[in-house]
């Protein structure tokens, strides 16, 4: 299994400024990812931060606006740049533990970043 | 992966079987069905997933038809703290594309004393 916890837990932002969240979990992980969860809406998976390489983002995130790192196996951070009200949302971090035999693909997820932008 | 169809909310009486529905149609032969759940305030949480076989686990059970385009995930025995959003997701279980998860809106499913 692995424990996930998010820094910071909540946050409230002035427009045009920059907020970075910091996922870290308890036992090295394959594979990292960053979702968001807009007010009343489901989950919407932002990008899959690569160890060591660019993340990978899904259509309709940008680079310049989710920067993402991932320096080592148990770390990562995701930037909201030049915030708007429009992200205004919760920030979830996930990650994917090392596959063993008896395992079956479970992904975590960390408590969330709650972003208010005003 | 697959697009799943779930009901928007259910309620359940505290002690009963919660039985929730899902149907994913278009299941293909290598996807596997996942339920997660979303207690409020909180990350998502796995709670059991299947092929083909019926699954039992500590928290839950997943029915799959044998034509597999439907699932129902049963909890026997609902607690209040089993009141939260759950979620049915179909994907490959390994190799390309079998990590990110797709969440539909799942189902709010309400336990009430």
């Known amino acids: 299994s692995a424990v996930i916890s998010q820094k910071p837990s909540r946050d409230i932002c002035q427009r045009g400024t920059s907020l970075t969240i910091q996922c870290q979990v308890d036992?090295?992980?394959?594979?990292m990812f960053w979702y968001r969860q807009q007010p009343g809406q489901s989950l919407t998976l932002i990008a899959t931060a690569n160890q060591g390489s660019e993340a990978t983002y899904e259509s309709g995130f940008v680079i310049d606006k989710f920067p993402i790192s991932r320096p080592n196996l148990t770390f990562s951070t995701l930037t909201v740049s030049n915030m708007s009200p429009e992200d205004s949302s919760i920030y979830l971090c996930?990650?994917?533990?090392?596959?063993?035999?008896?395992?079956?693909?479970?992904?975590?997820f960390g408590p969330g970043t709650r972003l208010t932008v005003l | 992966d697959a697009k799943t169809t779930q009901p928007p909310s259910m309620d359940c009486a505290e002690g009963r079987a919660a039985n929730l529905p899902c149907n994913h149609s278009t299941i293909s032969g290598n996807e596997y069905v996942y339920w997660y759940r979303q207690i409020h305030s909180q990350g998502p949480q796995y709670i059991i997933h299947?092929?083909?076989n019926n699954e039992t686990n500590e928290m839950a059970s997943l029915i799959i038809t044998e034509d597999r385009k439907s699932s129902t995930l049963i909890l026997p025995h609902a607690t209040l703290r089993d009141t939260a959003v759950y979620y049915c997701?179909?994907?490959?279980?390994?190799?390309?594309?079998?990590?990110?998860?797709?969440f539909g809106k799942g189902t709010k499913l309400s336990v009430i004393p």
């Open positions: 996930s990650a994917l533990p090392y596959q063993t035999v008896s395992s079956y693909n479970e992904q975590f």
């Open positions: 299947g092929l083909k």
């Open positions: 036992s090295q992980v394959t594979m």
């Open positions: 997701i179909v994907r490959v279980y390994s190799g390309a594309g079998s990590y990110q998860l797709t």
